[in-house]
């Protein structure tokens, strides 16, 4: 499939994808700078709380006057969502309760829904998908930005008949930046507040990449995605390099950190006294797969794959991420080559997750029965999101 010859059809035909995007913050305005050098693509309309900051982001990844001109800026989400000329919704607002608003208002109305906000993924991702399949529309993580670049290289093995044993992202972590906080993040990232600024960069959410509560929320979106287990006692960000991400992302049975296989985790770029880790993968991402029998092992062997000791388990990663900058292919893979929904549990399996999670946060049977009730896959009535 070439997208690239497809979306030039669309352009050519004068049928591009016309997306509506929601949340005109940094990752919006990465996405926006992409969007003329699109053929195929169109934004129709940006939801902002304040338009005219998402005129001035437009303006500041070179968007020209006309194609200004010709987009609709508006306050609501809702009225994005609504907007009949729209095919597919981008939410990238960071607010949970916005976020699940949109998406339900974008399901109902028969379009498919890409999620930024990982804090609404997290909070019900797996119910919106389930949503989305039953209203025939398509539910997904935002290619680009690390949970669904992981989730992209376990369904990869998983197709090609490997077992997952670990999938995860690296970051810049150490215990003491749990104590950092948004007045002092930007020396931690080598930026002035004043670059920052100029940037479109949100302290409290670069703060957040810091202190491990990112990592957290991503990481149960993978596993609520993919199916991958949690560890019992959190994140361990274990220092650690590329080459050695089969050796220490495995379970401890076999040598590895992990508490059995088949889990997520998060690896640092850091030594624990500072110090860099060789060849390390903090932009990007990873999963560590198991060689299903001895053939396949040699093959890791034969063809360069860094393994560990016993040449069973050998990992792939993409050392970076681009997030808005790469959104537009995935919008254009489910308008035009197909669904890329990642959430692909099914409604029993869906209804057995929420339940161990409420489970596990400690919440009340009839508080779990109501969440489960409350995304029964029938007609969703259209939220009020204003």
């Known amino acids: 499939m070439n997208l690239h010859r497809l979306l030039q059809q669309r352009a050519a035909s004068g049928k591009p994808v016309r997306v509506g995007l929601i949340g ?15 053929a195929g693509l169109e934004v129709s ?14 303006r500041t990844v070179g968007w020209e006057a006309p194609r200004i001109a010709r987009t609709r800026f508006v306050a609501s989400g809702a009225e994005a969502c609504a907007d009949p000329e729209v095919e597919v919704i981008v939410e990238a607002t960071g607010s949970p309760p916005a976020g699940i608003a949109h998406a339900r208002a974008t399901i109902a109305a028969g379009k498919h829904i890409v999620m930024v906000n990982v804090e609404a993924d997290v909070l019900a991702g797996p119910l919106l998908a389930g949503e989305a399949r039953a ?12 949970p669904a670049l992981t989730c992209e290289i376990v369904d990869w093995a998983r197709a090609c008949g490997f077992e997952v044993v670990a999938a995860g992202k690296g970051t810049k972590y150490l215990p003491a930046y749990h104590s950092v906080t948004p007045d002092e993040v930007w020396g931690h990232y080598g930026l002035t507040p ?7 960069m949100n302290p409290q959410m670069f703060n957040s990449f810091l202190d491990g509560t990112k990592s957290a929320i991503e990481m149960a ?24 991400l089969p050796q220490i992302l495995r379970g401890r049975e076999a040598g590895g950190r992990l508490e059995h ?14 110090r860099p880790v060789f060849r390390d993968l903090r932009w990007g991402v990873y999963a560590v797969v198991k060689a299903p029998n001895d053939y396949a092992r040699t093959c890791f062997k034969e ?11 050998a990992a792939m990663y993409k050392p970076y991420h681009l997030i808005g900058l790469e959104l537009g292919m995935f919008i254009e893979r489910h ?12 409604d029993d399996e869906l209804a057995a997750r929420v339940e161990a999670d409420a489970a596990a946060l400690g919440l009340p049977q009839e508080a779990t029965e109501a969440l489960l009730l409350t995304f029964q896959p029938t007609e969703p009535s259209e939220p009020d999101t204003e």
């Not at 004043?194 to 940037?199: D, L, T, V």
């Not at 088949?262 to 500072?274: A, N, Q, Y």
């Open 194 to 200: 004043e670059e920052a600024k100029r940037g479109g």
């Open 335 to 346: 308008e035009i080559g197909g669904p890329g929904d990642f959430a692909r549990l099914s």
């Open 24 to 38: 005109a913050g940094k990752f919006g305005s990465m996405f926006l700078n992409q969007v003329p050098t699109m």
């Open 261 to 274: 296989d088949g889990m997520v985790e998060v690896v640092s770029c850091l030594e624990r006294d500072g």
């Open 45 to 58: 309309v940006i939801a902002d709380l304040d338009p005219e900051r998402a005129r001035n982001a437009c």
């Open 303 to 313: 063809y360069g794959l860094k393994t560990d000791a016993s040449g069973w388990y």
């Open 135 to 146: 209203k025939g529309t398509v539910y997904s993580l935002a290619y680009g930005d690390q």
């Open 221 to 244: 979106a993978i596993a609520n995605a993919t199916g991958l287990a949690v560890p019992v006692d959190g994140l361990h960000f274990p220092p650690c390099g590329v080459d050695d």
